[in-house]
């Protein structure tokens, strides 16, 4: 089973770029679904951003839309968060998440089966 490995938290101020990463252990096929959630202490896990391995579609968040975008790098087996003009509401552990999906899911975490450790990102105002 693939394993996820996230990377690239840490401590910014609003409005810095950030940059996180999701690296698979093994090639994943194109039919999975790579996502990014993130979770505040106390809360459920909120869907960020997501796309199908293939490239052929994304989703991405409205609290984040303009903002955050989910580039990919096949050769690298990397899923990148690009985080732009953070906020502090944007402090969070980040995770990545893949799975076989249908597209209307891709927003519910449950429907994932494979999840990273976590990357914490604290935004300074």
């Known amino acids: 089973q693939v394993q996820l490995v996230e990377s690239g938290g840490g401590l910014v101020q609003a409005g810095d770029s950030l940059r996180l990463s999701c690296v698979a252990s093994?090639?994943?096929?194109?039919?999975?679904?790579m996502g990014w959630f993130r979770q505040v202490p106390g809360k459920e896990r909120e869907f960020v951003a997501a796309l199908l391995w293939d490239g052929s579609w994304s989703d991405v968040a409205d609290s984040v839309k303009g903002r955050f975008t989910i580039p990919r790098d096949n050769a690298k087996r990397t899923v990148y968060l690009q985080m732009s003009n953070v906020k502090p509401e944007d402090t969070a552990v980040y995770y990545c998440?893949?799975?076989?999906?249908?597209?209307?899911?891709?927003?519910?975490?449950?429907?994932?089966?494979?999840w990273g450790q976590g990357t914490q990102v604290t935004v300074s105002s």
């Open positions: 093994v090639r994943t096929a194109s039919t999975i679904t």
């Open positions: 998440a893949a799975g076989r999906l249908i597209s209307s899911s891709v927003r519910d975490p449950s429907k994932y089966a494979v």
